[in-house]
């Protein structure tokens, strides 16, 4: 079968499909939504369950039970809802990017900075503990940064995708899909409720460039300071947007050869080693050796396949998605405004013609992706230099961000389950690295936010 014949016939599945998976994710979303959020007391601080994150959990339980399976195709719908979602989701913080770019403009030099944190806290912290847990070359590709969507093209263009680097990138980004959104609300909660930092150090530590984390850790902070929303809002939208774009680069030409360096001095003491025990027993290479490599081998293509099984896409017509997403984006709004109104409704047009202008841009400058021409327009037109910009912005908040951050969490939980076998393939080693990987990028980050906004203030 050619391959144009198995896209067709995947995007008319995917269309024949689409309807159960939209009216789980709409029962299990609005469910959630009802059951609101919970506040729980560990002593030293307290923790803020939101109910994206309640979404993220029963979307996940859902997929992996046994009783009555999700099929994989229903998972792949799910995970191609979820790369729609984002653009929604990224279109309403637009909106609070305009009205809170004077705070922006006057924490430009502190924006800037706190990168920083996300660039060296994975490397010098969660580099470290992986090589001491013995990861292997894997370690290169897991550590480098907080591996989303980008990771994958850096360490394929440059170390192969059959490559164990690249092995490392797919362990930390099922991690991260998995449980970064729930452990990263946990941190910040406990953090924000400390009261030592500045809400805004805390929202730019919050922009580490997974959309999901970021609204889930923004969600946390706002819960310790609801009368700074709006601003905790537009600076962690535009640190993750700086996290999104100045990352490629960041990654390809400073992250990526740092944690490979880093990585040969951490282990060149076992790299001698076991070149000396090769060039000093060559004989000793025998048939337990020979049929180890065959083992190891046949393990790594098992792997592959797995992942080429688990990682197919649907491509889903866009309107298809947006229709979806704007049915279950007006249940959850209405449930969180204890209410429908057709104000909610006139939000999701504003936000349905930004996303929808900014593909059509996309698509015709090729070189500039949807989300930068979203936050772009959207910052824009929200912005106190444009006429129209108050009521927009009045219609907008109608709207409440966390409703759509419950549906994509509720559909990334859906399409998770095909992923469960990759992270058990490639073992536990992953969970403490990936924790320790998210908790020094948050912190770090934070901490030079904190200090460079005292600088410039």
């Known amino acids: 079968m050619s391959t144009s014949t198995k896209t067709t016939r995947i995007d008319k599945a995917g269309a024949r499909l689409t309807l159960p998976v939209a009216a789980l994710a709409f029962v299990i979303a609005l469910a959630v939504q009802f059951i609101g959020q919970a506040k729980i007391d560990i002593g030293i601080g307290a923790i803020v369950i939101f109910p994206m994150v309640w979404g993220l959990i029963l979307g996940l339980l859902v997929s992996i039970q046994k009783f009555k399976p999700l099929g994989l195709d229903l998972q792949r719908i799910a995970a191609a809802l979820v790369g729609v979602a984002v653009l929604l989701l990224v279109a309403r913080l637009a909106f609070n990017i305009g009205p809170s770019l004077p705070s922006l403009i006057k924490a430009g030099p502190a924006l800037l900075l706190q990168e920083v944190g996300h660039l060296l806290g994975t490397i010098m912290l969660a580099l470290p503990l992986a090589v001491l847990l013995r990861m292997g070359k894997a370690t290169v590709g897991a550590t480098f940064s907080l591996d989303r969507e980008p990771s994958f093209a850096m360490v394929s263009e440059k170390y192969g995708p059959d490559s164990d680097q690249y092995r490392g990138v797919l362990a930390m980004y099922v991690f991260g899909t998995l449980f970064g959104a729930v452990y990263i609300t946990l941190l910040t909660s406990l953090v924000a409720n400390w009261k030592i930092f500045d809400p ?209 969490l509720t559909l990334a939980g859906l399409s998770l389950g095909k992923d469960i076998p990759l992270l058990k393939n490639i073992g536990w080693k992953i969970i403490p690295v990936g924790l320790v990987a998210i908790t020094a990028s948050f912190l770090l980050s934070t901490v030079i936010a904190e200090f460079a906004l005292g600088l410039w203030h």
Do not use: C, H
């Open 200 to 408: 805004l150090a805390l929202a730019m530590g919050a922009g580490v460039g997974s959309g999901s984390m970021m609204a889930a850790s923004s969600a946390s902070i706002i819960a310790a300071y609801p009368a700074d929303q709006e601003a905790i809002l537009g600076m962690a939208a535009v640190s993750n947007l700086i996290t999104t774009i100045l990352g490629v680069y960041v990654g390809i030409y400073i992250a990526l050869p740092l944690a490979d360096r880093f990585y040969k001095l951490l282990t060149r003491r076992q790299t001698r080693e076991a070149a000396a025990v090769t060039a000093g027993a060559p004989a000793e290479r025998g048939l337990a050796d020979i049929e180890r490599e065959e083992v190891q081998a046949e393990e790594n293509r098992r792997f592959r396949e797995r992942v080429a099984e688990s990682s197919a896409a649907i491509k889903l017509p866009l309107w298809l998605s947006l229709s979806v997403l704007t049915v279950l984006g007006i249940g959850t709004a209405s449930v969180a405004a204890k209410g429908f109104s057709l104000t909610i409704v006139a939000g999701y047009g504003i936000m349905l013609a930004l996303v929808l202008v900014s593909v059509a841009l996309a698509k015709v400058t090729k070189k500039i992706s949807a989300i930068v021409y979203i936050t772009t327009i959207g910052a824009y037109i929200s912005s106190p230099w444009f006429f129209g910009a108050e009521s927009l912005t009045t219609v907008i908040k109608t709207v409440d961000f966390l409703s759509i951050a419950t549906v994509m």
